[in-house]
């Protein structure tokens, strides 16, 4: 089944220890895409890759790393968690510019 | 700053009823557009893509764009309860080389009443 897989589903982690949210994608996809969800903010890009080893900052990328050694691999890194990236991220991937998104389950972060 | 604006809703449309979904973005060059569907609790899912002026069909969903307006659209034909769901506009608004910033309105609450 074509997909992408987000783990885990749900963290609560504490203020600075540092964590990483995994992401593939099956689908040989090259364009791949890191969102946060929040309400009243709506979805926001952090991050965005166009191929391996090829990375761009989205419009909320302050205390986020990415790194695309793999095609189908997209690690999010929060370095030094705070509560204000208590949030609801999203990791998507897509074929192209004209192809849309394709969104995995999404992962539930709390920052205590 | 480059932006993507809905109404928030919520739009409320009676059971078999024609539900219009607005959108404006403000890059005169975004060359790619979508609409998604989010059920509460779930991800994205994309329903619709249109790059040319004009209206683009498929089943009971008709999108359309006008660039000149910078304008996009998204009408459901025949509501039905299931569509009861947040409705997002994504507009690729750096459409220069291979970068691919899709960047989202906060999306319309839609319901659907049976």
């Known amino acids: 089944e074509a997909q992408v897989t987000q783990n885990p589903r749900y963290l609560i982690t504490v203020t600075g220890k540092k964590l990483t949210v995994t992401c593939s994608q099956n689908?040989?996809?090259?364009?791949m895409s890191w969102y946060r969800q929040d309400p009243g903010l709506g979805l926001r890009q952090i991050y965005y890759s166009m191929n391996v080893e090829v990375t761009d900052k989205g419009d909320v990328p302050e205390g986020y790393k990415v790194s695309r050694k793999e095609k189908r691999n997209f690690p999010l890194i929060l370095e030094s968690p705070s509560p204000n990236q208590t949030s609801l991220y999203f990791c998507?991937?897509?074929?192209?510019?004209?192809?849309?998104?394709?969104f995995g389950s999404g992962t539930r972060l709390t920052v205590v | 700053q480059k932006e993507v604006e809905q109404n928030s809703g919520p739009l409320s449309v009676p059971e078999g009823a024609i539900a219009s979904l607005n959108c404006t973005y403000s890059?005169?060059?975004?060359?790619?557009f979508f609409w998604y569907r989010q059920y509460s609790g779930k991800s994205p899912e994309l329903i619709m893509s249109i790059y040319s002026n004009g209206d683009k069909e498929d089943g009971r969903f008709t999108a359309q764009l006008n660039k000149a307006s910078q304008y996009v659209s998204l009408l459901i034909r025949d509501s039905q309860p299931s569509d009861s769901a947040t409705y997002l506009c994504?507009?690729?608004?750096?459409?220069?080389?291979?970068?691919?910033?899709?960047?989202f309105g906060k999306g319309t609450l839609l319901t659907v009443n049976p």
């Open positions: 998507a991937s897509s074929s192209g510019r004209y192809r849309g998104y394709t």
């Open positions: 890059d005169r060059v975004s060359q790619s």
């Open positions: 689908m040989n996809h090259e364009y």
């Open positions: 994504a507009v690729n608004l750096n459409s220069g080389g291979s970068n691919y910033k899709l960047t």
